[in-house]
């Protein structure tokens, strides 16, 4: 039986033996800390079999083993310290190869999480990585696809600007060397001019509004209008246009709450769509324009007799410069209404859409209600 007071002094000098070990140990992981994990691993097997080591010599010099057993227990342990080594070094290259697996996955071009099975924190780390990736691939996606719509505004800046300041030329050359003279033609050509001139000055001014929104240089001035308000403004400015072409306009408001808005430019864009349906729905057809409060939003909706948009267009109407089929025509827009509609109103924290629904399409606009 050993005496208690020898166990305390055997506690007690182990213990400084293992901290003298343990502080050595730590200095060497922290010269060591660039090193690799499976170099860390081992410093941390060779200190845990010195300490064990340390206190061993610790009872021997206190005299209380005899030779023999000392070599004995110095033999147990050193095989268990071997093996430990043994152990915290296979870790050590197994956490290396798991390292490696997922550098060479990031490395490829596309990153796919390794099929084999990581350490915790390297799954996650590899978690991180796709989700990195993805939000990678998506703003690529955009960029391009922002990249087309410019290459696109390009072209068209060059094609309706040029054909119609081209045409304008001929008739002012002509009208200049008197190739037309009678009274009526020069009457008609400077009416075409007159046409053709404020075609033009709308399209240099959603041009210069398309690039306000884009520089995000679009200043609101906010005031608290009422829902109906809005919906008969927009009636009333594409009255006279509805009348000409012999459709319908019908607005109704359910409850209209009051919205936070810039009442020019949200006009702006209620009336590009208001002149959109107009323009697409044949005459005697009808187009309503209704408004009203949906969970808590504010939704004004523009329906009308179209026929519908093919499907394939749908989803890009509110692309700059696109114009379906029938609407490539001769002095028909630039097909800049639609991206200037949703850029006020996603100026506004607002959405817009689009589907197709009874006999033409719908257009949703979704706005914020004016908190009191
Ligand atoms: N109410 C609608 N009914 C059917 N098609 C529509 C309607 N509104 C838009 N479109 C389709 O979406 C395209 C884009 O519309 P957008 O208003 O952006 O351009 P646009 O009307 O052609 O020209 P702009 O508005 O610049 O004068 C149109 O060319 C048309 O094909
Ligand atoms: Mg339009």
């Excluded at 097997?45 to 206190?55: E, I, K, P, Q, R």
């Excluded at 990678?136 to 410019?150: N, V």
């Amino acid at each position: 039986m050993i005496p208690l007071e020898d166990l305390i002094w055997v506690a007690w000098y182990s213990a400084v033996a293992a901290v003298v070990v343990a502080a050595a140990g730590l200095l060497t992981l922290h010269l060591l800390r660039g090193r690799s994990v499976a170099t860390q691993l081992t410093v941390v097997g060779v200190a845990t079999v010195l300490a064990t080591v340390s206190g061993i010599v610790v009872i021997s010099l206190m005299m209380l083993l005899n030779e023999h057993d000392v070599t004995v227990v110095l033999w147990v342990v050193s095989a268990a310290g071997i093996v430990a080594l043994a152990v915290s070094v296979l870790l050590g290259r197994r956490l290396v190869a798991a390292n490696r697996v997922l550098v060479e996955a990031v490395r490829a071009d596309s990153f796919e999480p390794p099929p084999v099975r990581l350490p915790a924190e390297l799954a996650e780390l590899s978690r991180e990585l796709e989700a990195a990736r993805a939000r990678l691939a998506a703003a690529h996606e955009r960029e391009q696809a922002l990249e087309a719509s410019r290459r696109e505004l390009v072209a068209w800046v060059s094609h309706d600007l040029r054909t119609p300041l081209a045409g304008l030329r001929a008739m002012a050359e002509a009208l200049e060397d008197g190739v037309v003279a009678d009274q009526e033609t020069v009457h008609r050509y400077h009416g075409r001019m007159r046409v053709e001139v404020e075609r033009l000055a709308a399209l240099v001014d959603d041009l210069f509004e398309l690039s306000r929104i884009h520089a995000g240089a679009l200043r609101l001035s906010r005031d608290r209008v009422g829902l109906a308000d809005l919906v008969a403004e927009a009636v009333a400015g594409a009255e006279p246009l509805a009348h000409a072409k012999g459709v319908r306009l019908h607005g109704e408001v359910a409850v209209g709450g009051p919205v936070q808005v810039d009442a020019s430019e949200l006009g702006r864009a209620l009336r590009n769509l208001v002149v959109n349906a107009i323009r697409h729905t044949p005459s005697e057809g009808a187009i309503e324009i209704s408004a009203e409060l949906v969970a808590g939003e504010a939704r004004v909706t523009v329906a009308d007799a179209c026929g519908g948009i093919p499907a394939e267009d749908l989803p890009r109407v509110f692309d700059i410069a696109f114009r379906g089929e029938t609407a490539r025509t001769p002095g028909g827009g630039g097909g800049l209404g639609l991206a200037i509609a949703r850029g006020i109103i996603e100026a506004h924290s607002g959405r817009i859409g689009v589907r197709n629904a009874g006999p033409g399409c719908r257009f949703e606009v979704t706005l914020p209600t004016a908190t009191a």
